[in-house]
């Protein structure tokens, strides 16, 4: 059964950083492209950023390129999102999710393309 497990979100002021975790097991983590998604309130989920089983091939929603930064870790399953520069809307529910297929190099922005997702970590910011 595949798990994926967030943690790292809160509370923090304009300006200020946090770093998302995603932790997964259930399957092998190294040959799945994992993303980022978030749901601020009122309004649909919508893409943050992906990357690719290897971790070299990444995309970002253009509203936090330059701010956020995507990476994993693949001898711990663990994903990450470190976010600096933080706006108030940046404030949703962040998910983490895991791609269906085991392409090479490949990252995808469609949740349809992601098959497992996590039960969401909150981060709010305050201005």
């Known amino acids: 059964q595949v798990q994926l497990v967030e943690s790292g979100g809160g509370l923090v002021q304009a300006g200020g950083s946090l770093r998302l975790s995603c932790a997964a097991s259930g399957r092998t983590f190294s040959m799945h492209a994992m993303g980022w998604f978030r749901q601020a309130p009122g309004k649909e989920r919508e893409f943050t950023a992906a990357?690719?089983?290897?971790?070299?091939?990444?995309y970002y929603t253009d509203s936090v390129k330059g701010r956020f930064t995507i990476s994993r870790d693949n001898a711990k399953n663990t994903m990450y999102l470190q976010m600096n520069s933080l706006r108030p809307e940046d404030t949703a529910v962040y998910y983490c999710?895991?791609?269906?297929?085991?392409?090479?190099?490949?990252?995808?922005?469609?949740?349809?393309?992601?098959?497992?997702w996590g039960q969401g970590t909150q981060v709010t910011v305050s201005s």
């Open positions: 999710a895991t791609d269906r297929t085991t392409r090479v190099d490949w990252a995808s922005r469609s949740a349809w393309d992601y098959d497992y």
């Open positions: 990357i690719s089983r290897s971790g070299g091939v990444t």
